[in-house]
T-cell receptor, first 111, second 115 residues
Framework: GENVEQHPSTLSVQEGDSAVIKCTYS??????FPWYKQELGKRPQLIID?????GEKKDQRIAVTLNKTAKHFSLHITETQPEDSAVYFC??????????FGKGTKLTVNP | NAGVMQNPRHLVRRRGQEARLRCSPM?????VYWYRQLPEEGLKFMVY????????ESGMPKERFSAEFPKEGPSILRIQQVVRGDSAAYFC?????????????FGPGTRLTVL
């Protein structure tokens, strides 16, 4: 089955710096790659996603890049703010409808 | 437009009791997914349902766990004879029509504690 690796598991940055989180996956048939943000005790919230026919997508301070050949995709957050502090999960969807999640990255933005 | 609803938000059960978790999808969504999240871990897929059909239950433990999504009413995840290891947050997600990719929107979760 699909295997998703996410790195780093924790990331600490200064306010205003950029943060990058990377994920790799195993199933080359995977075609949908969402990113979720989860604050403590809250639900995972979809923040950005990318389909397999696109290499990059940007939404204000958030961007995602996808390299299908290498089977990895990354989340980029620029000009980080303290409210960006949360756990971020990558996920992969392939032929079946289910999402396979990475183990998460705890991002801390220090004021 | 209400989002995905789950209840109860918190559930405490003693070992051996039954737990029933309910999920109402977003309006217009006909697909429901259940995921389990252990403390400090990612979400693990359990089961995918459409109305009156289980489509994929590959992530569901073979014993004690069952799920349904009846024609009327919410989807139910049922855990019989709960054990301490069942303590986790259970999230349901919903998505609209089936297509090559499905945005899934999550409910607030039910936090199950087994004493």
């Amino acid at each position: 089955g699909e295997n998703v690796e996410q790195h780093p598991s924790t990331l600490s940055v200064q306010e205003g710096d950029s943060a990058v989180i990377k994920c790799t996956y195993s199933d080359s048939a995977s075609n949908y790659f969402p990113w979720y943000k989860q604050e403590l005790g809250k639900r995972p919230q979809l923040i950005i996603d990318i389909r397999s026919n696109v290499g990059e997508k940007k939404d204000q301070r958030i961007a995602v890049t996808l390299n299908k050949t290498a089977k990895h995709f990354s989340l980029h957050i620029t000009e980080t703010q303290p409210e960006d502090s949360a756990v971020y999960f990558c996920a992969v969807q392939g032929g079946s409808e289910k999402l396979v999640f990475g183990k998460g990255t705890k991002l801390t933005v220090n004021p | 437009n209400a989002g995905v609803m789950q209840n109860p938000r918190h559930l405490v059960r003693r070992r051996g009791q039954e737990a029933r978790l309910r999920c109402s999808p977003m309006k217009g969504h006909s697909h429901v997914y259940w995921y389990r999240q252990l403390p400090e871990e990612g979400l693990k897929f359990m089961v995918y349902l459409q109305k009156e059909n289980i489509i994929d239950e590959s992530g569901m433990p073979k014993e004690r766990f069952s799920a349904e999504f009846p024609k009327e009413g919410p989807s139910i995840l049922r855990i019989q004879q709960v054990v301490r290891g069942d303590s986790a947050a259970y999230f349901c997600a919903s998505s609209p029509l089936r297509r090559s990719y499905n945005e899934q929107f999550f409910g607030p979760g039910t936090r199950l504690t087994v004493l």
